[in-house]
T-cell receptor, first 109, second 112 residues
Framework: QKEVEQNSGPLSVPEGAIASLNCTYS??????FFWYRQYSGKSPELIMF????GDKEDGRFTAQLNKASQYVSLLIRDSQPSDSATYLC?????????FGTGTSLTVIP | KAGVTQTPRYLIKTRGQQVTLSCSPI?????VSWYQQTPGQGLQFLFE???????NKGNFPGRFSGRQFSNSRSEMNVSTLELGDSALYLC???????????FGPGTRLTVT
């Protein structure tokens, strides 16, 4: 049973649109959730983390956590071509992180 | 504040050899985790160290080992290399291990 599930995509959105990325997890004991962006050939870059139910906004990014339904999402507003990358969802329990396989996002100019 | 550094950035080895990779965490971070990333398997957790102690270990054979020094720098070693060990090896540091992790640039290992 996979720890973290993500739709692998690819997800394509036009420039300026909202991109919505989703992630579900199986362990109700999960305490923390993270979104990483990974450009091709590069290492993952942390863009958001969320620990409590609800929304957390940082610039064009909004992370949403619903522990009852066991999902976490990432919204990217006003998507730019530079947002084209693979987005990895991760959850943390204790001292260990579990990563999804990533969703590939392409923003079309 | 300087980020996570990893050395070397690229390595080419032949089957049967061994390799040691190094990771220096962000200053003040005491937790270091290692991951293997391949196109087919995604990010696979190898192990996590905190204050020189291995706290967690992923499902990898004993050929993969690691250690952490008193200054929080960490090394991982792979012995008897196999072709399937070709991957990007990533190190990530965290303040305690429960907080957010920050990745280094990775070491690209190619086994021929």
């Amino acid at each position: 049973q996979k720890e973290v599930e993500q739709n692998s995509g690819p997800l394509s959105v036009p420039e300026g649109a909202i991109a919505s990325l989703n992630c579900t997890y199986s362990d109700r004991g999960s305490q923390s959730f993270f979104w990483y962006r990974q450009y091709s050939g590069k290492s993952p870059e942390l863009i958001m983390f969320i620990y409590s139910n609800g929304d957390k906004e940082d610039g064009r990014f909004t992370a949403q956590l619903n522990k009852a339904s066991q999902y976490v999402s990432l919204l990217i507003r006003d998507s730019q071509p530079s947002d084209s990358a693979t987005y990895l969802c991760a959850r943390g329990t204790g001292n260990q992180f579990y990563f999804g396989t990533g969703t590939s996002l392409t923003v079309i100019p | 504040k300087a980020g996570v550094t990893q050395t070397p950035r690229y390595l080419i080895k032949t089957r049967g050899q061994q390799v040691t990779l190094s990771c220096s965490p962000i200053s003040g971070h005491r937790s270091v985790s290692w991951y293997q990333q391949t196109p087919g398997q995604g990010l696979q957790f190898l192990f996590e160290y905190f204050s020189e102690t291995q706290r967690n270990k992923g499902n990898f054979p004993g050929r993969f080992s690691g250690r952490q020094f008193s200054n929080s720098r960490s090394e991982m070693n792979v012995s008897t290399l196999e072709l399937g060990d070709s991957a990007l090896y990533l190190c990530a540091s965290s303040f305690t291990g429960t907080h957010e992790q920050y990745f280094g640039p990775g070491t690209r290992l190619t086994v021929t």
